[in-house]
């Protein structure tokens, strides 16, 4: 008996970071080929990326229908896998169902329309900021430090046989 593949996920933070995503699904943040061949360009309409007050990740709350935030649809091979990420996301982010538009390359809108879950800020409202959070700054500037945190670590998730 085969297990249904999970939802597709929408990420637009940290975990973009192929590095992390790599860890947060297998444990090792080597296994970046791995978890690339999971993620495609995508975009999320009407909704906006915040930072947020001394983090250093991001919240994406319902916004402006003119709005968007571009990520990754992942399309995850396990059920295990969701579970990682959802231990990975905690209980201040709720996943809630959307429809991404896949990207291309050039992040370019496709005709082509994926139903996935985004995990939404439910956190304080207060923590919001209007400062822009940068994929390539927390890479730049932070990701060896949560590698670091992380490292020995291991999101609950297992598989099902």
């Known amino acids: ?9 929408f990420i637009y933070g940290t975990l973009c970071a192929m590095p992390l995503l790599a860890w947060a699904l297998t444990g090792d943040a080597s296994n970046v080929s791995y978890v690339s061949k999971l993620a495609q360009p995508a975009r999320l309409d009407g909704y906006k990326r915040f930072s ?3 983090r250093d990740y991001p919240a994406v709350v319902k916004h402006e229908p003119h709005s968007s935030v571009d990520g990754y649809l992942l399309i ?8 990682k990420l959802d231990d990975f996301e905690g209980e201040i982010y709720k ?7 896949i990207l291309d390359s050039d992040k370019r809108p496709q005709n082509e329309t994926v139903e996935a879950d985004v995990y939404l800020w439910a956190g304080d409202d207060d923590l919001l900021a209007e400062d822009p959070w940068e994929l ?3 890479e730049k ?3 060896e430090d949560w590698l670091d ?6 999101l609950v998730g297992e598989d099902e046989e």
């Open 52 to 54: 947020l007050h001394n």
């Open 76 to 83: 995850l091979d396990t059920t295990s896998q969701r579970r």
């Open 136 to 138: 390539e700054v927390f």
């Open 149 to 154: 945190l992380f490292g020995g670590m291991e």
């Open 1 to 9: 008996m085969t297990t249904p593949k999970p939802r597709p996920v």
């Open 95 to 101: 996943p809630v169902p959307v429809d991404v538009t």
């Open 141 to 143: 500037e932070k990701l």
